[in-house]
Every structure is written in C-alpha cells, then in structure tokens.
C-alpha cells in the first residue's frame, strides 16, 4: 500500500513540476495566452519550455539510474557518474573543441560540442571496459576511473592556461551544466539510454541484490562476475555519457538521488525500487531546472549551483546518519 | 559421491598444495584445517568454482567442477565467508529472500533456516546493525535457503563466541544428519569439530593429508607444526 501511495504522490509531483516549468518562465503569459500557445504550436513552449522539461525530467531520472547502479556495482554508497572519468573524457574533448578550436568534420560536425563530449565519454568508458575485462579487482577499475579523470584534468588545465577570455568563458559556461539547451534528437537518445537502463536492470533482476552480498556470495548465487561488471559499467558509462553530451556535468544528481528516495522509501530490492527511483529523479532534475531559470525573475542561476544546493545536504544528511547508525563505509 | 579430487594442485604462481587426493560421501562433513597462508581458502575456492587448478580434477557428481556454468553451481553449492558485506537498510529477512529463488513452497524454508539457527528474534532488524556473531549465523541461515547438496564454509565460527560456536556446531550436525547437506569448512578452532566430523583434512608443508577416523586433537596439532 505505502509503495502505492508513493508512486501516486511522485506522479501527482511529476504532473505539477512540468505544468510549473512551461506555464511559468520569463515571458509571463495568462491562463488563457498559455493553453492558447500550448494548442498553437508556440515556439516558447514547444521549442524552449517543454524540451527543457522533459530534458531535465529524463536527464535526472538517468543520472539517478547511474549513480544507483554505481553504488551498486561498487558496493559503495559515495560512489557516482563522476567517479569513472566519463565526465573528464567529456570535459576535455569539450575544451579541445572550445579552447583549442578543434573542430570536427562529416557527420560530426552539425553536432558539435554533443559530438565532442560523446566521443571523449565514450572513450573513456572503452578504456574502463578494457581494464575492467582484465583485472580481477574492482576497486582497481575504480581508481583507474579516478586517475584518468586526474590525467584528462591536467591536459584540461593546460587548454584552460592557454585559452583567450571569451573561449574560456563558453567553457566554464558547459562545465556549469544546462537542461535548456535542446538539440535536434536529444529527447530520443537521452529516453533511448535511459529505456537501456531500465531494461538491463529488469533483465539483472535480483542479481543486482546479490551483487551487494560480495563478489563471492553473488557467484554463488550464479551471477556471472565478469559479464556483470561489463553490463553495469557500459549502461551507466552511456547514462552518464549522453547526459553529460547534452547537458554538460551535471554535478550530485547522480551520487544524492539514490539517497534522497531512501529518506522516504526503503526497499532493499533493487526491482521494486527502480520506479520510485525513476520518478524522484525525474522530479529532481525538473525541479532542479525550475529553480534554475527561477520564473519569477529574467536571470538564470547555473544548474550546477542548484544541483550541489540541493545534492549536498543529502550527502551530509547521509555522512551524520552513518555515524548514529554504525553503517562503515 | 558427491566430490572427487584426484592429484589436484592449487596455488598462484607457484602452487600452494600440491597432489590433493580426497572422496567426499554426501552427508559427510569436511574439516580443513592448516595454519595461515597454507592454502585453505585457496582449496575452498577452487570447490566454489571461483579458482582455476593448477593441475588435477576436482569434480561434483562426477562432472568436473570447471565445466559447471555458474547457474548450474549455485544449484549445488553454497558459500559463507568471513565478509561483511555493508547493506545499507536490509533487514535479515531480505538477506534470506534474496536466495529464495521461488515462490510460495520455499517460504518455509526460510522459517526452517531462522528457526534451524535461533534467529527468529532478530529476522525484522537491519543486518548492519548485527554483533558479527549474529551476522555469521545469518548467512548461515541464508546458504540454509539456498537448498544445496554441498555447503562450502569459509572460518565459518571464526567471530563467534563459545555458546555461539556450541550452537553452530549443532547447526551443522542437523544439516547433515537431517537434511544430509554436505559440508566442507575451514577452521582454526577445530577441536569442537572434531566430534562431529566425517574427515579431517591437514594441509601442511605444501601436501594435504585426509583423516578419516579416530581424529586426535594433539596429534592434527603436531601435523600442522
């Protein structure tokens, strides 16, 4: 029942949060102009507010997936998008195209940044599945995410050195991260990889519970440690991947989202709770990106700020409650 | 004959014990014992399937345990280790679910498994929260759920206290006398054991040794010395 009721609620909370985002915005309309827009097509909606919505309801809802499925695979609760060095394979080729005027030809081109930031993710993540397939550890994979994350940070800082004021201003600018920059197709591939996630956490079923009791424990109980790790890493490496490609680095989404749905839902099972955590990520993001163009006003805050707003008090609420509950990480 | 090693080494780079012979009878109970480092978890992994023989054949009804598909081995063999795992909000009860496999039938196994080790009291509280004691005999309680033929038990009384161990040796007693599980373990605390094991077997000095009568407590000792 209680689970019933939470899905209701994150439902209702999911209706409201994006009739919010494209009734209110910086061009005020009234009641009557904004069905009125909605019927006729209107730019405003149609091409600004309702892509950033749903961009934002989709993008938080991977993110979360992600980082859950991190936390999962690591067996540890701090554990998120960022940690794989995705995100610096996509900062760098983003810097390389911004600072250093790389730039792309053929198909690639039309795409830019996106295409960028794709490639350097996706690159990344080869690497990652490479190391993965041939070291027994998994926290070796982990700190070789790490180190090149470090490595692709100092080629980074080099562009930065050299860059010009207002190349260096585009940058910082997608390293602030956006929900409200839509690109042709975006919509489609940001639900193409998040229907991804889904399925293969619906397919792993409750090998993902038994992961949890330890590599050894999990093989017992037939899970195939090597496919495992490679299925989880690919499917959150393409999560984070295409949200990053679209939206930049979104900070804490990923990492906070599975510990924000368990201050009000516990459910050890990882099927059951995969909706709840879609939901709340979906909220989150759009919340996120409401309060990001704060309606009430022409200026827009950086997503990034909001996201950290938000995310951090989840984690220290997370650091205090492990200190009383005896929880070790 | 459920297992079967025939001139089986196992090790790293260099074997740690080499020309292992042993029959294993379902129902029998296996003590391994040996001092730190010999080789006993390395032994016990190659049973699970998880380490790879450097020689030899070790198989499970007949059939070489390397050729199991790790579906097939979690049918036949279950494991407890020394870990602890960390599992944010799982209740005791949801450790012991995540092996039922089934519905409806198998529920009772799960209260035969709480009630088989005294943990009926603690079935609703958060695992992580448990005395390692009590963590031990709840992943007892959850290879119990798994319904396998062989048990393969790591230091499985290492955390637990006197009356604590008294009670998992009578666990163990009741699997294979009752339900005729087989069980192979590991132990440093081994004396208790002795009055209920089948075979005892002593790794020392890179060769295994099998017992299979009359176990002497001083004289294992000074084997493995």
Redo the contacts between chains.
Sequence with gaps: MKRAVIHIVLMVLAVVLFYTEIRFGSIKMTNADFWDRLIENDPVLWAFRIPAACTAALAGACLGLSGWLLQTLFRNPLAGPSILGITSGSSLMVALVLLAGFSFSGIFSSLGLVAAALIGSFGVLALILLVSSRVKQLATVLIFGLMIGYLLGAFQSILIDAAGKSELKSFVSWGLASFGNYRDGQLWILLGSLVLGVLTVLKLGSKLDFWLLGEDYARSLGVNVKSFRMALLAVCGVLAGVVTAYCGPVAFLGLAMPHAVRMFYKEPHHLKFLTVLLLTGACAGMLCELITRMPWSSSVLPLNAVTSFLGAPVVIWLLVKSRKSKIRF | MILELKNISVGYNEPLVSLVNAEVLEGELVVLVGKNGVGKSTLLNAL???QELKSGRASLYGKAIGDYT??E???N???V?T?R???????VL??L???D?STGKEKSVITEALALCQIEDLKRK?V??LSDGEFQKVMIA?AIC?QTPLMILDEPTSFLDVIYREHVLQIFSELKDTFGTTLVLSSHNFAPLLKIASQVWVISRGKMEVIQSDFDYDGIIKRLK
């Design positions: 699970k399937g998880i790790v579906g081995l979690s049918r063999v279950a494991v280790n870990a795992p960390l599992l944010n909000g799982w209740t949801n450790v679910e995540s092996t496999k958060e992580d929260v959850r798994q």
